[in-house]
């Protein structure tokens, strides 16, 4: 096999050490799912803002499917994608709780098929955040996948960057009870040796064909 | 096969009146025609066909959410069946048959079928890297070629590899510096002339072509679309030249990439501009035609090459997300194999008739 994020039952009971840290920290950052927001009349209901813990978040493996060099968009939805719609929307703070403007956050993640682009750039881009620290990307809830690169359960993998700030490298999540493609979350969350409740994205009710989204990040501005 | 060809086109022509009166563009769906796949669950992801009555694909079965067992099929002239078991974890991405008895798959790793039993090909370790080869070609006196790359921790690190098989064993092949990028596709005219392509990972990203002239390989310009990253997926020997095709972007949806040698030099070629229409295959049938093919998830795009125009015209697509299209020698046939654009991976192979 290739370089990649190996999940297999195997590998999952080696790594449960490595499970109950996770728990630890979503415990620790009380990233606990909050109550959901009034549904907004003209777009999938927003999860309400999660109020800032303060506690970083916490990073994963870049894997092997980085490229860099995404084009600058907050629009990964071309007419190649037509997976479960996903409006994901938060804001970068430092560790004071402050939002943080100008932030490089890159995107990169597998279709409806489970598959990535690794001749070209579908479903990668970048942005900056805006002046109140958010970021807002456009997207699909991506598939579960096994192949060349192994097993994963849904992820989204993202970089995030205050100017000149160090380099967070972490991956997100979606809730167990997410509808889509058919596929059971909960098992593929539990079978994923990198998933982490921490970073899991709070997801509004499902409508229609679309959820909306909400991740803050917390990052360290200095090294 | 001459009364068979006729059929098609008056197929295609009454579909384009009955069907599709507004899309005087494409020439409707007539064509392309579903065979039953006998995988419910799972991907096909290549396809090569002897005759008519002689083809192979390869992808893998989901048994279970637990259990992917990579399998190939054999096409008996009527219906496809499950001819073998691949060895486990090698997830084909591409296939070439030279008789019932001498097929190479590769994917992760490389195998080859002896018409009783697959075996798998021994790299050894690299220290650039695992290698993951993306295409392979063969010509009559059997040498055989596979190009890829070499995967240190990360595709941003990748960098392109040729192996060569000189009938008894592999062995890399010394490339000029071209840096990092990939090379998926390989064709052969000669053992003195071999065409390599993909795409050089500098920024923006370009096509990457190299050739062998039976001493060396040498990196030979190329052409790349302008403000955008560039890359190639298939090379073919075909009417009027090399072909090579791909696909571009400039920050929006991908749009198709052609280019030809015309014996002197690469020049891009026409293509319409079709959004995420990236190209996957180019393939030329027994009466002279050249297609292109492609598409990524909901969008399927086929081309026909219009010599009188001089340019790529956008022709019926199969309604399949392609994964790999192979001509059937000595006819106008197409397969094109893939997975349902409906429901959760589900295999579909078509073909033209
Ligand atoms: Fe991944």
Not at chain 1, 100 to 108: A, N, S
Not at chain 1, 167 to 176: A, E, G, I, R, S
Not at chain 1, 186 to 207: E, M, S, Y
Request: aromatic letters at 8%; one cysteine or more; charged letters at 20%.
């Amino acid at each position: 096999m290739p370089p990649q994020e190996p999940t297999s039952r195997r590998a999952f009971i080696k790594t449960g050490a490595l499970g109950v840290t996770s728990v630890a920290i979503a415990a620790a950052a009380g990233s606990a799912e909050p109550a959901l927001a009034a549904p907004r009349p003209a777009d999938a209901p927003l999860p309400i803002t999660p109020s800032c813990s303060g506690h970083e978040t916490p990073s994963s493996v870049e894997g092997p499917l980085f490229k860099p060099n995404s084009p600058e968009r907050t629009n990964l939805v071309t007419p190649a994608i037509t997976g479960v719609l996903l409006a994901l929307r938060g804001v970068i703070y430092d560790r004071e709780c402050k939002p943080l403007p100008g932030v490089l956050i890159d995107f990169w993640q597998c279709d409806q098929n489970g598959d990535y682009d690794e001749h070209g750039f579908s479903l990668r881009g970048h942005q900056l955040t805006d002046s109140a620290g958010a970021y807002r990307l456009d997207t699909i809830v991506p598939r579960d996948y096994w192949g060349r690169w192994g097993r994963r359960g849904a992820h989204i993998h993202v970089q995030v960057q205050a100017p000149n700030g160090p380099v967070l490298v972490t991956q997100l999540y979606f809730p167990d009870d997410t509808q889509a493609y058919g596929r059971n979350f909960a098992a593929h969350n539990a079978g994923d040796q990198f998933f982490n409740r921490a970073c899991v994205v709070t997801l509004g009710p499902k409508q229609g064909n679309r959820y909306a989204g909400r991740f803050d990040f917390v990052i360290k501005t200095t090294a | 096969m001459p009364l068979k060809r006729i059929g098609a086109l008056v197929t295609a022509l009454t579909l384009v009146t009955v069907a599709t009166p507004s899309s005087a563009s494409t020439l409707g769906r007539g064509p392309w025609t579903p065979t039953p796949a006998p995988v419910e669950k799972g991907d096909i992801t290549a396809v090569a066909a002897l005759d008519g009555k002689t083809a192979w694909a390869v992808g893998y079965r989901l048994v279970s959410d637990d259990e992917a067992r990579p399998i190939a099929l054999r096409w008996n002239g009527k219906t496809w069946a499950q001819e073998s078991e691949l060895p486990r974890d090698s997830f084909p991405q591409a296939i070439e048959v030279r008789s019932q008895s001498d097929i190479w798959t590769v994917g992760d790793g490389v195998q080859h079928w002896d018409g009783k039993s697959w075996s798998v090909a021994d790299f050894g370790r690299d220290p650039a890297g695992y290698f993951l080869p993306e295409g392979l070609d063969s010509v009559p006196s059997g040498q055989a070629w596979v190009v890829g790359r070499l995967v240190a921790d990360s595709v941003k690190d990748q960098v392109p590899v040729v192996y060569g098989w000189d009938g008894s064993a592999w062995a890399k092949q010394a490339l000029p510096d071209v840096g990092k990028g990939e090379l998926t596709s390989v064709v052969s005219l000669a053992p003195n002339d071999v065409w390599a392509a993909g795409f050089s990972a500098t920024s923006p990203q370009t096509s990457l072509v190299v050739h062998w002239d039976g001493k060396s390989w040498t990196r030979v310009a190329s052409p790349s679309v302008s403000g955008a990253h560039t890359w190639i997926s298939a090379l073919h020997a075909g009417p009027g030249g090399v072909w090579a095709v791909g696909g571009s972007n400039a920050g929006a949806a991908d749009r198709p990439f052609a280019a030809r040698w015309d014996g002197r030099r690469w020049q891009a070629a026409l293509t319409p501009n079709i959004a995420d229409g990236r190209l996957r295959a180019v393939v030329s049938t027994g009466d002279g035609e050249l297609w292109a093919v492609g598409g990524k998830g909901a969008v399927t795009v086929a081309l026909r090459w219009q010599k009188t125009l001089n340019r790529w015209v956008r022709t019926a697509a199969p309604d399949v997300v392609v994964r790999g299209v192979a001509a059937v020698p000595g006819s106008s046939s197409l397969w094109a194999v893939g997975i349902a654009k409906k429901g959760d991976l589900v295999p579909v192979i078509t073909r033209t008739r």
